[in-house]
Nanobody
Framework: QVQLVESGGGLVQAGDSLRLSCAAS????????LAWFRQRPGEARMIVAA????????YYAPSVQGRFTIARDNAKNTVYLRMNSLKSEDTAVYFC???????????????????WGQGTQVTVSS
């Protein structure tokens, strides 16, 4: 059974940093594209960042470009989201997701990701 487990969320002040982690039981982990989504109250889930299986192709939502960094460690079956200069509007539940595309690319839409974590809350107070 595939499991993705997020950790690292919490309550921080505006301007602070956090690093989210997502440990996955996917095999082989290196063949999966990975992404971070977030969902704010009353809003649809939206993609924040994505990384292809090679790590060479990256995507960032315009609202986080320059502040967030996605990275993967295939030896640890883990994907990370480093979040700097956090703002109150970054407050959301953050989910990691995985997909196995036929090539070295990522998807931008959540229906294309069959595997999901349970989510971790990030709250940024101003």
């Amino acid at each position: 059974q595939v499991q993705l487990v997020e950790s690292g969320g919490g309550l921080v002040q505006a301007g602070d940093s956090l690093r989210l982690s997502c440990a996955a039981s996917l095999q082989p982990f290196s063949s999966y594209a990975l992404a971070w989504f977030r969902q704010r109250p009353g809003e649809a889930r939206m993609i924040v960042a994505a990384i292809s299986w090679s790590g060479n192709k990256l995507y960032y939502a315009p609202s986080v470009q320059g502040r967030f960094t996605i990275a993967r460690d295939n030896a640890k079956n883990t994907v990370y989201l480093r979040m700097n200069s956090l703002k109150s509007e970054d407050t959301a539940v953050y989910f990691c997701a995985a997909a196995n595309p036929p090539g070295d690319y990522y998807f931008l839409d959540d229906p294309d990701y069959p595997y999901w974590g349970q989510g971790t809350q990030v709250t940024v107070s101003s």
